[in-house]
């Protein structure tokens, strides 16, 4: 039964890296600064669950997002 637990895992965290994704774009394409902190504060959770992420890899180098003014 643990073999197939690694592809489960795999498959979640690159979903989710997909998914934290499509809402960092939605972030740096929004106009109202409302949006833009909505979807940030979904894309910064959705990033922390995964490994995989840009959005991850940003924050661990302290690079600047791509929604901040």
Known sequence: MR???W?????????V???AESYIQAAAT???K???AFYGVI??????LSRESLFARRMH???KYPFEN
Not at 7 to 15: M, Q, Y
Not at 43 to 48: E, F, I, Q, V
Request: without cysteine; aromatic residues 20%; glycine residues 4%.
């Open 30 to 32: 929004a106009r109202i």
């Open 43 to 48: 894309a910064t959770s959705l990033a922390l």
């Open 61 to 63: 180098w302290g690079l």
């Open 34 to 36: 409302e949006q833009k």
């Open 17 to 19: 890296a997909v998914l």
């Open 3 to 5: 073999f197939f637990t």
């Open 7 to 15: 592809p489960a895992r795999i498959f979640a965290s690159w979903f």
